[in-house]
């Protein structure tokens, strides 16, 4: 438990494990399903010690750990009770956020769990494949045998496994699940399809089976399954909708045994007389589809899929390509889709070694050697959100090399065979059945190219040393000073904006509207320009741009904060007129935004206003007008004389 209070404070930031539907965790992200996003605290989770960040994308709640993220999911499941149930396993479905969202959160429940075993089974069998194709190993050898063993054993079984936490996600019973899965790879089906077939259904088209067998004389279309992951999901769905009819109409008395039989009796025949065959029908052609398109240009679909990969995976859409890869894996035997992202991640710690030799700032030098080594095996985030991202250009000139990379591997022809490790530990998936022929030697060049290019770049272009401090350019909660030896006096603040006035108490971010940064209102700017209220001093500039305080001559300490979350814009869409320490007048202005381009980013433009050492006053008083135009009395601020 040494997590145990970083895990306390993670469940009340997001609103309470009452507000938490589920909770699953990948590499570096705990995955947090909620019901109200808005309860949780986002800033402030954001500048708590031990967290990288915070992400909403794909209808998920993400807090980014870091590479111990796995010690930090044990401590919240157990704390909030989540290890073993969720409202969703209960069998309440969601049904908020866009049907997008909710398949990315589909995919992404169905696929996290079994993530590091599916990868680590993935390393062994590429490994088996690299020893056997440097003659280290036959394929008579029992090492050999032994090893293909554990490479094989979940992938051939995959629709057990997919058959579990499918189900589990879509609220049924987890064991129907494994049952079902189990059925699809029921050892006797390959005997029986070895025999003579009683006729044939569809010949002469693409759909053509042989019927070896009958159900109550229904055709039973047989195939074979291992391997398979678009049958047992959709079957995973159905059965969790007849377990629900059963759960509603079968007796109490009796419901434990007669609700799996009725479910099991009707779902595995239509499963394979109807479920199985038209998904294996839509999964080949699925993979047919790929392959069209990457072969209409390899290179263009490597520079791009490659450039834009680390991109993808910030916003957690990366879980939308998983099924498509592994489907091409079980229908063509290979698949370009996840080999062409492969340089990313040496793209992304070529970025990091040149801020590690040319930074002048200790504690990014320190963050520096920690991400470059995680990297190398793939795990980026630290990279990207602690050094890269937050100096912009690095992490630009990253995705140049990493789309180079990707165009390499798409020229050489490089294919993934099997789904491996992340990093270098993804060498051994571009080994074929017949060895080490040009896309792997296409994959193994893509990875000094990459690295090389981002370094170069980053070294000579990528102004390290103009941001002294980078890890704050996330948000950084301001002061509330309680104690003063300064004497205040009354002051009116003039807007320093206009648009609607909207009470801070409908701010949609707790750190606002529960007055725990400061007292004031937030408004709803219709011109993207934000002026000095007072005359006074800049005390604080955001990097982002998106945040400006101003410490008044009557000892006002003023916080702006435009839009809600628009740190993540990284600054872009704003343009700021002073500097730290400036001094300014009353109606200076200060920044341009654009509001048109903040809103198309999927950002709130409410702008709290607030007196962040509000307890030094006797009273704060707003305007009782509800629209504003720049430079109308806006706040009157009432003076404790006792101060």
Known sequence: MKYEQLAKEIIEKVGGKENVNSVVHCITRLRFKLKDESKAQTEVLKNMDGIVTVMKSGGQYQVVIGNHVPDVYKAVTLIGGFANASQVDQGEEEQGGSLFNRFIDIIASIFTPILGVLAATGMIKGFNALFLATGWLEETDGTYLMLNIIGDCLFYFFPIFLGYTAIKKFGGNPFLGLAIGAALVYPSISEIMSGE???????????????????????????????????????????????????????????????????????????????????????????????????????????????????????????????????????????????????????????????????????????????????????????????????????????????????????????????????????????????????????????????????????????????????????????????????????????????????????????????????????????????APASGVISVLFPTKHAIGLKTDSGAEVLIHIGMDTVQLQGEHFRTFVQQGDRVEKGQLLVEFDIEAIKKEGFSLDTPVIITNHKEYKEIQATKSNALKKGDDFLTLIADQAN
Do not use: C
């Open 197 to 531: 077939p009683l006729y044939v259904l569809f010949g002469g088209t693409i759909f053509e089976s042989p019927i070896y067998i009958t159900f109550l004389g229904i055709p039973v279309i047989l195939m074979s399954y291992a391997q398979s992951v678009i049958p047992i999901i959709l079957a995973a769905f159905f059965a969790s909708k007849v377990e629900r009819f059963f759960k509603k109409i079968i007796p109490d008395v009796v419901k434990m045994f007669l609700v799996p039989f009725s479910t099991l009796l009707i779902v595995i025949p239509v499963t394979f007389i109807i479920i199985g065959p038209i998904a294996t029908w839509a999964s080949q052609l699925l993979g047919q589809a790929t392959i069209f398109v990457y072969d209409l240009s390899p290179v263009v679909a490597g520079l791009v899929l490659g450039g834009l990969w680390q991109v993808i995976v910030i916003f957690g859409l990366h879980w939308g390509l998983v099924p498509i890869a592994l489907n091409n894996l079980v229908s063509t035997g290979s698949d370009p889709v996840l080999a062409m992202i492969f340089a990313a991640s040496f793209a992304q710690i070529g970025a990091v070694l040149a801020v590690w030799i040319r930074t002048k700032n200790d504690k990014l030098k320190t963050l520096s050697f920690p991400a470059f080594i995680s990297g190398i095996f793939g795990v980026t985030e630290p990279a990207i959100y602690g050094i890269t991202l937050p100096l912009k250009k690095p992490f630009l000139f990253s995705l140049v090399g990493a789309g180079i990379g990707g165009a390499i591997i798409g020229f050489s022809g490089g294919a993934g065979y099997m789904i491996g490790g992340l990093g270098i530990f993804q060498v051994p998936s571009f080994i074929g059945p017949e060895g080490l022929n040009v896309g792997f030697w296409g994959a193994m060049a893509s990875m000094p190219v990459a690295f090389v290019i981002a370094f170069i770049l980053t070294y000579l272009f990528g102004g390290v040393n103009k941001v002294t401090e980078p890890e704050k350019v996330e948000e950084v909660k301001p002061t509330v000073t309680n104690v003063s030896n300064e004497i205040k006096k009354d002051e009116i603040f003039v807007s320093p904006l206009t648009g609607k006035i909207v009470p801070l108490d409908q701010v949609k971010d707790a750190a606002f509207s529960s007055g725990a940064l400061g007292e004031g209102v937030a408004v709803v700017p219709v011109e993207g320009n934000v002026y």
